[in-house]
């Protein structure tokens, strides 16, 4: 007699996309689940005969993918979605943006912001963001009971903030947060220096000695327009990503944001270095920034992940939408059609950005022994019909609107389109208070 083997749940979809192998399509199988993590990925009709599950999620006529990983991320700015747009890069940031932080920012801004974007980013089936924000401790806590996972910047800039007035509090406090939530299986962390513009030598000097201490990355906005460059060889003497490299920056910690301007020779340091790149071309597009050299970058062998940016300059965190547009701009940039092809685009929305946090071990593929970050897109609806295809419906028909179910570390956070832990009125109520106290604070940039 065959002894049926007990799981948590069992998920079969009609398409099971794994990552790994990239370009891998396995029609009509499933994955079966115990205990947070992947226990096997086999034929339907194998797993039945196999597994005795507690729960069955069957969706004949989906695809099930892995979470996707934002890897750039400002998530509490979700409640300054579309406060100043058409705006260059400065302006936008002296004239609005820090002006408004100045006014609102603080813990209950921090949580009701990245409460907003969890929400967000589940109905898009984005399981995991790499944050770059204030008030580390707030986001921490806010994103564990949310069951989100997170990798959680730990900010250091040269002006004071209501986190932190001086250089030395951003590290002391850095230190405190990272000690408190050392080993948590949903939170990790990152330093987050904002940019080579607000960040001194000796600040990034010190930042390489405790990112290799503690052996975590560093996450940090680089060449993201042509006035950065321009102003780092009045002031500095050289470029930006030639100062980190001299500060011991430029090695395989470094998620480096944007990367809009760079040489032949700055994409061969980053390939021979093991910098990450988080490529985000719809901030890059909305902010006229420039356009991150993909295609050039990955055939150099350089890890480029796709991120959305922050909500007050993309205006929105679907990876869906923006892995789309990644793929259309390295073709239009590359002058070649076959630049980041599908199977390449839904690796750089998922593996690709778990690699670049030191979480590919875990996160990013559906393979057994990794943890159960799912999403199952359903392709059944007319404006998907026909389908050829199934990787390359998913970046360039698909939309976060068809996914309907999610689950990280195996727990259901979204149902048939429902949120599971988080009430979605009461979240709409929250923003539209945020809304009419952020639209009353004065700005220098504002039109009267």
Not at 77 to 105: C, F, K, N, S, Y
Not at 108 to 137: K, S
């Amino acid at each position: 007699m065959n002894v049926l083997q007990p799981c948590d749940l069992l998920i079969e979809a009609g398409h099971v996309v794994p990552v790994v192998p990239k370009g891998a399509v396995l029609a009509d199988h499933a994955v079966a689940v115990k205990d947070g993590r992947i226990l096997a990925v086999l034929p339907r009709a194998e797993a039945r005969a196999r597994f005795l599950p507690a729960e069955i999620v069957s969706r004949p006529e989906a695809a099930l993918i892995p979470g996707l990983v934002n890897i750039h991320t400002h998530n509490p700015m979700t409640l300054l979605r579309g406060v100043a747009d058409d705006l260059p890069l400065m302006p936008w940031l002296q004239e609005h943006i820090w002006p408004i932080e100045g006014a609102v920012m603080g813990p209950d801004y921090i949580a009701d912001g990245i409460e907003l974007a969890v929400a967000e980013m589940l109905r898009g089936g984005t399981t995991t963001c790499n944050e770059n924000y204030f008030f580390p401790d707030v986001q921490a806590q806010t994103y564990k009971r949310l069951g989100f996972r997170a990798t959680v910047g730990l900010p250091v800039i040269e002006f004071p903030s209501p986190w932190a007035r001086t250089t030395a509090e951003y590290f002391d406090k850095a230190l405190e947060v990272f000690d408190a939530w050392r080993g948590d299986p949903l939170i990790r962390f990152a330093f987050a220096p904002h940019a080579p513009y607000t960040v001194s030598d000796a600040s990034f000097e010190r930042i390489n000695m405790l990112s290799a201490q503690l052996d975590i990355p560093i996450h940090c906005h680089v060449h993201e327009t042509a006035q950065e460059i321009t102003d780092s060889q009045a002031q500095h003497g050289q470029r930006p990503l030639a100062r980190l490299d001299r500060l011991g920056i430029v090695d395989a910690r470094l998620i480096a944001v944007h990367m809009t301007q760079l040489t032949e020779g700055e994409i061969k340091l980053c390939a021979e270095r093991g910098v990450h790149i988080a490529h985000c071309p719809q901030s890059n597009l909305k902010l006229a920034s420039g356009f991150c050299p993909v295609e050039a970058l990955r055939t150099a062998g350089v890890n480029v992940a796709i991120g959305t940016d922050g909500c007050a300059s993309n205006n929105d965190l679907d990876m869906f939408e923006e892995t789309r547009h990644a793929a259309l701009l390295a073709k239009a940039v590359a002058g070649d059609a076959r630049a980041l092809d599908a199977a390449s685009a839904l690796e750089a929305a998922t593996l690709a950005g778990a690699k670049a946090l030191g979480r590919d071990d875990e996160i990013g593929s559906i393979e057994p022994g990794k943890q159960a970050d799912l999403a199952l897109v359903d392709l059944s609806e007319l404006e998907l019909q026909p389908c050829y295809h199934v990787i390359s419906h998913l970046i360039y028909v698909a939309t976060r609107h068809q996914v309907s179910d999610v689950w990280i570390a195996g727990r259901p956070k979204l149902r048939d389109r429902r949120l599971i832990d988080i009430d979605a009125e009461a979240l709409k109520a929250k923003a539209k208070q945020w809304s009419r106290r952020i639209a009353d604070i004065p700005r220098p940039g504002a039109q009267p």
